[in-house]
């Protein structure tokens, strides 16, 4: 019999607690891990209260660590007991046909890249297991703090997707929906990418001041009226060229469509969950003849694109500790910590536990 843990978990919909499991064994691509640093996020929040997910009972929550290998499986080369590692929050199995054909996210099916808090028990356990260790693992850089790291995770990967999505281009006017964590690395990308101009969407100011910080060039807020209005507004009436949809839901998707210029990329990297229809307008997308081109996908995960992202911290290029406003110490922290991303209070962006 495998020695017990001790884990935070979705018990039902709308109610979490501790409780205890077995620890994990990892099998022969396997590594088990204790996590140092973790980071409960929106994502959580919506899967327990919202049931974005469905009916989950007793899944440990949490995608989203920095820790430190204590054992790994037989056939995994490249890591070693002691390794202080990145996890991001999707974990593929990189010899599916479906990374081979360049979809590792749906590795196994639908989302199913995807697996920490959702297919199966997160990270906020005292340890967790990675599947595919040598694929889905990285070294924290040296000088790039665990908590710095820990956005490799799931804050930077998404937003930076988001702009690639949206095919950015040197000189583009580009808007960015949503200014939490992802909508803020989408700016900081596009402006590392050459827009010339980027609009931020949100409506808190310490979000917004970020954006500033990260390249926005200018402001929107959502409550002050249609967002698409207020780009046409912005843009004298020729909308934008690239759209990264990085919050909102279906009706802020709609906005979006209607911002962008015929012949213009849209990259979405939210997941519009409790919607049957994701909303394309008809009139926005030229009655379905606009060259509006849209694209939408769950975060690639990897160690190739995790060590990829870790080297724009390690160099300087991106600095991402405006992202974490409220830190935590200790596993008794964490019911709190999952509160404050419940609750978001007007100067919060990104919460994290050090455990150690």
Not at 85 to 95: I, R
Not at 156 to 171: H, L, N, R, T
Not at 217 to 243: H, N
């Amino acid at each position: 019999m495998s020695e017990p843990m001790r884990g935070y978990a979705m018990l039902r919909i709308g109610e979490v607690g501790w409780i205890d499991k077995p620890k994990p064994t990892p099998g022969p691509r396997d590594a088990l891990l204790k996590p140092l640093v973790v980071a409960p996020c929106t994502t959580d929040v919506k899967t327990v209260w919202k049931g974005a997910l469905g009916e989950r009972t007793d899944m440990i929550l949490g995608h989203e660590a920095v820790a430190e290998v204590v054992e790994v499986g037989n056939l995994v080369n490249d890591f070693s007991v002691g390794d202080v590692v990145v996890v991001s929050a999707v974990t593929p199995e990189w010899s599916s046909l479906e990374a081979q054909a360049g979809h590792s996210s749906h590795s196994g099916g639908m989302l199913n890249g995807w697996k920490y808090s959702n297919t199966s028990d997160g990270v906020l356990s005292e340890f967790f297991l990675c599947n595919d260790a040598d694929g889905n693992l990285a070294r924290v850089p040296e000088g790039v703090s665990y908590e710095e790291a820990t956005m490799l995770s799931d804050m930077i990967p998404p937003g930076f997707q988001a702009v690639e999505y949206a095919d950015v281009q040197f000189g583009d006017t580009v808007l960015v929906v949503g200014s939490g964590p992802v909508g803020l690395m989408a700016t900081a990308a596009a402006y590392l990418r050459g827009a010339s101009r980027v609009i931020a969407v949100g409506n808190r100011p310490a979000t917004l001041d970020v954006a500033k910080q990260y390249g926005a060039t200018d402001l929107i807020d959502y409550k002050q009226g249609p967002i698409d209005e207020q780009v046409m507004d912005l843009t004298g009436g020729r909308g934008v060229d690239r759209v990264c949809v990085c919050g909102g839901d279906g009706d802020t998707f709609a906005a979006a469509v209607r911002a962008l210029k015929p012949g213009g990329k849209l990259g979405s990297v939210i997941a519009l969950a409790g919607a049957d229809v994701v909303k394309v307008p008809s009139d926005g997308w030229g009655f379905g003849m606009g060259d509006k081109h849209i694209v939408g996908g769950a975060m690639v995960g990897g160690r190739y694109r995790t060590e990829k992202l870790a080297s724009l911290l390690a160099t300087g290029r991106l600095d991402v500790s405006p992202l974490i406003t409220h830190r935590y110490q200790g596993w008794d922290s964490i019911a709190g910590c999952l509160e404050t991303a419940r609750n978001k209070p007007a100067d919060m962006i990104k919460s994290v536990v050090k455990l150690t």
